[in-house]
């Protein structure tokens, strides 16, 4: 069974520049997340879509957005980029409906901003 | 709001000698306190959940443990493919769908 994708695995941009990183969920979860683990950093809630709705979302400026698919793949969106948001971008599944909401995640998506 | 802090930031093992990590918390009702282990360019793999305070999980090596307080990830006679970062991470009762995790620590096992 396939686990969660990410795609690019690297992308490189300019400030001031849009950055779109994609999503796939594993297949049956409808819940996706994204998070941001800058060097040296923990791991930072960004958004929560479950159904095709955003869920919650964490404390980033509105330029970080997003949405789910009706396949419920995701993508996340960020605007005017800035040096600070180079960090690696960490999108994770789960079965919303269970218990415990352990958190598959992909390999990431490097973004550095030039 | 929900705060973890993992202890200490790396570890570095012989093959063979025991340890443990620590992940101390404070949430608003917890709803589970997860541990994931992540190697270098990788995203993190799920390990263990804990729901409730006395509660232990285990897996090879590898045993948690939770408190009210703070959690430990006890490995017993770790081998060098043990080496990874290990992550806590917490969820609580109000604000639906975040997890909020540690810095984690970063173990070094020696052949």
């Known amino acids: 069974e396939a686990g969660v994708t990410q795609s690019p695995t690297h992308l490189i941009k300019t400030r001031g520049q849009q950055a779109t990183l994609r999503c796939s969920p594993i297949s049956g979860h409808t819940s996706v997340y994204w998070y941001q683990q800058a060097l040296g950093l923990g791991l930072q809630f960004l958004l929560w879509y479950d159904e095709g709705e955003e869920r919650n979302r964490g404390n980033f400026p509105p330029r970080f957005s997003g949405r789910q698919f009706p396949n419920y793949s995701s993508e996340l969106n960020v605007n005017a980029l800035e040096l600070e948001d180079s960090a690696l971008y960490l999108c994770a599944s789960s079965l919303v409906q269970a218990s415990n909401e352990k958190l598959f995640f992909g390999s990431g998506t490097q973004l550095s901003v030039l | 709001e929900d705060q973890v802090t993992q202890s200490p930031e790396a570890l570095r093992l012989q093959e063979g000698e025991s340890s443990s990590l620590n992940c101390s918390y404070t949430v608003s009702g917890l709803r589970g306190l997860f541990w994931y282990r992540q190697d270098p360019g990788k995203g993190p793999e799920f390990l263990f959940t804990?729901?409730?305070a006395g509660e232990e999980k285990e897996k090879e090596r590898l045993k948690a443990t939770l408190t009210k307080k703070e959690s430990f990830l006890h490995i017993t006679a770790p081998k060098p493919e043990d080496s990874a970062t290990y992550l806590c991470?917490?969820?609580?009762?109000?604000?639906?769908?975040?997890?909020?995790f540690g810095d984690g620590t970063t173990l070094t096992v020696k052949p």
């Open positions: 991470a917490v969820q609580g009762l109000t604000n639906a769908g975040k997890s909020t």
């Open positions: 804990l729901y409730s």
